[in-house]
């Protein structure tokens, strides 16, 4: 099992950027698809992007592409998450979480474990 652990999350202002990180604990981290999900108080948890566990593969949810970008560094055991560009948005709880496929990645139920998240509140 890997455990998870988010940071970098932090008020920032429309428009602007934040970079995310996602380390994890386990020597099998590398063989991992991992993914990035968001949630807003009161809707459901989305998907926002992920990535094969080699790092050739990446994914992304229409309303973050082009603005978002995914990537990973197995020796670290980290996975990151560029945000550029943000829109004006409340505050929303970014996770991260490993699958072991990369069947349907955008359905939060493929990701078997998961981070306690990192706030990410964006200011008009």
């Known amino acids: 099992q890997v455990q998870l652990v988010e940071s970098g999350g932090g008020l920032v202002q429309a428009g602007g950027s934040l970079r995310l990180s996602c380390a994890a604990s386990?020597?099998?981290?590398?063989?991992?698809?991992m993914g990035w999900f968001r949630q807003a108080p009161g809707k459901e948890r989305e998907f926002v992007a992920a990535i094969s566990w080699t790092g050739g593969s990446t994914y992304y949810a229409d309303s973050v592409k082009g603005r978002f970008t995914i990537s990973r560094d197995n020796a670290k055991n980290t996975v990151y998450l560029q945000m550029n560009s943000l829109p004006p948005a409340g505050p929303a709880v970014y996770y991260c979480?490993?699958?072991?496929?990369?069947?349907?990645?955008?359905?939060?139920?493929?990701?078997?474990?998961w981070g306690p998240g990192t706030q990410v509140p964006v200011s008009s």
């Open positions: 386990g020597r099998t981290f590398s063989m991992y698809v």
């Open positions: 979480a490993t699958s072991r496929s990369e069947y349907r990645l955008g359905l939060p139920a493929r990701y078997p474990s």
